[in-house]
């Protein structure tokens, strides 16, 4: 599945919750999905700086040359945006993480549900996540 597919089974999934407290119930039960992340990868490299809340995103390269990004929040609704994230940007390359519209964010209306500080927040992960695509991306070019 494309990025642009995911993005649109999101949109999807959250069209048929027209409340806001059902799409905070979703987004928090989405951070439930998250895998355990190892309590060694809570590091200050790690930590995603301009979030309210403790956020980390580690990130290693696949084989084929994807990249597997591990996540974590200590809050519940974040954990749950974080999950988001990954389910659109998880195991991708480089270049498409790097050229992803990420849409999906204003078309559920997320960004004006949020406080500003996550908010500003949403903006650092993406950030964060597109930083390492970059550093992988150099990398390879550099091989």
Known sequence: MTINETQDEI??????????????????????TLPDFPENL???????????SRVWI???????????????SDALIVKGIVSLLMKVLNDR???????????????IGLKEHLSPTRSNGLVAMV???????KAFKMLEENK
Not at 60 to 65: A, H, L, T, Y
Not at 93 to 107: G, R, V
Not at 127 to 133: E, F, H, L, S, V
């Open 11 to 32: 949109i999807e999934e959250f069209e048929g919750l027209t409340d806001w407290m059902d799409r905070y119930a979703y987004i928090i039960d989405m951070g439930n």
């Open 42 to 52: 809570k590091t200050p490299a790690n930590l995603i700086e301009g979030c309210q």
């Open 58 to 72: 580690d990130a290693k390269k696949n084989e084929d040359g994807t990249i597997h990004f591990d996540a974590d």
């Open 93 to 107: 390359t480089p270049d498409e993480i790097l050229s992803a519209d990420l849409y999906f964010i204003d078309k």
């Open 127 to 133: 950030k964060q996540i597109n930083n390492y695509a």
